[in-house]
């Protein structure tokens, strides 16, 4: 599987940026967006499952960031509005071979990362 994380850049606080992942390769079910800021460890953003559209979000950013996909580009978005100097971070998607609920929040689920794309979020 490879994927390809793109769309990060400067936006100012309150503001709005869509992240896209492209992916290919062999099949997977579950496709997430992690983020790693400065100082700090790896943390979940939002996940999808493929098969069903099911969400998922970390409590930091849920009412504010939404993840959707197109089937036909092969493509996952992470659309991020009224977002804040917190949200900070290179920002990572990865693909799950298996999506469960209980689980799809964890790193260790996905076995395949692309390259980060940064996002600051100035004050």
């Known amino acids: 599987v490879q994927l390809q994380a793109y769309g990060g850049g400067l936006v100012q606080a309150g503001g709005f940026l869509r992240l896209s992942c492209a992916a290919s390769?062999?099949?997977?079910?579950?496709v997430g967006w992690f983020r790693q800021a400065p100082g700090k460890e790896r943390e979940f953003v939002a996940a999808?499952?493929?098969?069903?559209?099911?969400?998922y979000y970390a409590d930091s950013v849920k009412d504010r960031f939404t993840i959707s996909r197109d089937y036909a580009k092969n493509t996952v978005y992470l659309q991020m509005n009224t977002v804040k100097p917190d949200d900070t971070a290179v920002y990572y998607c990865?693909?799950?071979?298996?999506?469960?609920?209980?689980?799809?929040?964890?790193?260790?689920?996905?076995?395949?990362w692309g390259p980060g794309t940064q996002v600051t979020v100035s004050s």
């Open positions: 990865a693909a799950a071979p298996h999506a469960i609920s209980s689980t799809i929040r964890y790193s260790g689920s996905y076995h395949n």
């Open positions: 390769g062999r099949t997977f079910i579950g």
């Open positions: 999808i499952k493929l098969n069903n559209g099911g969400t």
